[in-house]
């Protein structure tokens, strides 16, 4: 059973460009979580996604963000007009129901440059 | 709501020795506590978890955690570091309503010294 993918591992962009990060859930998980890590801290939630609906987006930055996870693919986070600031990795996790006591089982991350 | 504090952010230990890595959380309701393990340029591996089952949890590669309620710690240990444990560790919490999203301490470094 693969774990939970995501790509690319590494993305560089100019600031002004678009970046789009992708993650593949664990095979049977229809709940995905994106998490930012920025140099030298903890993992702040960004977003929580079932299929087709975005559950809490408690944690994205107003603007410039968006994230989707459609019936049929990946779940998608969209970064627009990237700046130096967005640089950080961009972790995906998924897990198979609901609750406080489910494991949510990480990808290996997306380490975002923003030149 | 809940929260996570890591005591110190970074630790060093000698290899053989033992490893101590402090949490403590808040939580108004019976929380869910997770440690996390990150190798450099790594995903996040799940060391172990408590549920409110039994107080002492026993994780992967040795290493276990206590939860202990009446000093709301939950305190990873391991009776003899290895050269291969130096990563970075997380404690987690999970909110115990709503979308069930963790909750991260600001990690430790854990170093092992030859």
């Known amino acids: 059973n693969a774990g939970v993918m995501q790509n690319p591992r590494h993305l560089v962009r100019r600031r002004g460009q678009e970046a789009r990060l992708r993650c593949s859930p664990m095979?049977?998980?229809?709940?995905v979580y994106w998490y930012r890590q920025l140099p030298e801290e903890g993992l702040k939630f960004m977003v929580y996604l079932q299929k087709e609906n975005i559950i809490d987006e408690s944690g994205m930055p107003k603007e410039r963000f968006s994230a989707e996870f459609p019936k049929e693919g990946p779940s998608i986070l969209r970064i627009q007009q990237v700046v130096r600031g967005d640089s950080a990795a961009y972790f995906c996790?998924?897990?198979?129901?609901?609750?406080?006591?489910?494991?949510?089982?990480f990808g290996p991350g997306t380490r975002l440059t923003v030149l | 709501a809940q929260s996570v504090t890591q005591l110190d952010s970074h630790v060093s230990v000698s290899e053989g020795t033992p490893v101590l890595l402090r949490c403590n959380y808040s939580s108004s309701y019976s929380p869910s506590l997770f440690w996390y393990v990150q190798h450099p340029n790594k995903g996040l591996q799940l060391l172990l978890k408590?549920?409110?089952?039994?107080?002492l949890v026993k994780g992967i590669n040795g290493f276990e955690a206590e939860f202990k309620k009446s000093e709301t710690s939950f305190h990873l240990t391991k009776p003899s570091a290895h050269m291969s444990d130096a990563a970075e560790y997380f404690c987690?919490?999970?909110?115990?309503?709503?979308?069930?999203?963790?909750?991260f301490g600001t990690g430790t470094r854990l170093k092992v010294l030859a």
């Open positions: 408590y549920t409110s089952a039994a107080t």
């Open positions: 996790a998924s897990s198979m129901r609901q609750g406080n006591t489910d494991t949510q089982y």
């Open positions: 987690v919490v999970s909110t115990t309503s709503g979308t069930y999203k963790y909750i």
């Open positions: 095979k049977g998980h229809s709940h």
